[in-house]
């Protein structure tokens, strides 16, 4: 039995202020099953980063619905959608996100220590490990690579194991070769621990590694290979 973990129901967002008012999200549906990988693509402005805040609990809905496990992010206030976030979704950027002044180490543990959790060091240090930087952890962040930055990054969003992993054009940033074996790193973590995998990118062949893609132009998704199949099975 699949199981949805992500529902958006009409969903509708507008950005900005004034005259620089952009209607980013017009009337989107989705839902994603547990256990999914999904490439979202589309050209540069088309709402692709837009969505991803969305699904990931950082941006609000002027109308509409997002679900993710059983829960409406709209119920939720500040503070426990904060917590929401902490416990069921690990995030990844581009440009990494790390903070400058802190090891690669505290960049891991330290949001754990803010959310109380017990054995924080501990935890960061195995999976610190288990992105391959257990020879980094005293590194700071400009010591690093951007392939280790990322790794560090992703170490830092697996770390209190969430249920959903969303990556904003993950290897953006990074050399081919780089950017190929944090594709892997991100599959792998997946596989192991049966998360479900939400990724943007420019990138055709990452995309097409995924199980599902959704392509998304002008704030509508205007190709998504899952309703494709859905359609070939009923005719
Ligand atoms: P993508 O990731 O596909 O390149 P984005 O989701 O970043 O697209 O942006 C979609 C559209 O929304 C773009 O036209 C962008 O200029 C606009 N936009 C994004 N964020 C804001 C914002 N904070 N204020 C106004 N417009 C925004
Ligand atoms: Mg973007």
Do not use: W
């Amino acid at each position: 039995m699949t199981k949805t973990i992500v529902e958006l129901k009409d969903a509708n967002l507008t950005l900005g202020s004034a005259a620089a008012r952009v209607h980013v999200l017009k009337n989107i549906s989705l839902a994603i099953d547990a256990g999914e990988s999904v490439g979202i693509v589309g050209p540069s402005g088309s709402g692709k980063s837009t969505l991803l805040m969305v699904l990931a609990g950082l941006e609000r809905l002027d109308s509409g619905q997002i679900t993710i496990r059983e829960t409406e992010l709209h119920a939720l206030n500040e503070d426990r959608l904060a917590d929401f976030r902490g416990r069921n979704i690990g995030i990844v950027f581009q440009s990494f996100h790390l903070i400058a002044n802190m090891t690669a180490l505290e960049n891991v543990a330290v949001p754990l220590e803010l959310a109380n959790v017990t054995d924080a060091f501990a935890i960061a240090r195995r999976e610190l490990e288990a992105v391959g930087l257990g020879e980094r952890m005293s590194h700071y962040p400009g010591q690093l690579s951007g392939g280790e930055q990322q790794r560090v990054a992703i170490a830092r969003a697996l770390a209190p194991s969430p249920a959903l992993l969303i990556a904003d054009e993950p290897t953006g940033n990074l050399d081919t070769e780089t950017g190929r074996q944090i594709a892997d790193l991100l599959f792998a973590k997946q596989a192991e621990r049966g998360m479900t995998l939400l990724l943007v990118t420019h990138d055709p062949s990452l995309a097409a590694r995924c199980s599902r893609q959704i392509k998304v132009r002008s704030g509508v998704i205007e190709g998504d290979s899952a309703e494709r199949r859905r359609e070939a099975a009923l005719a």
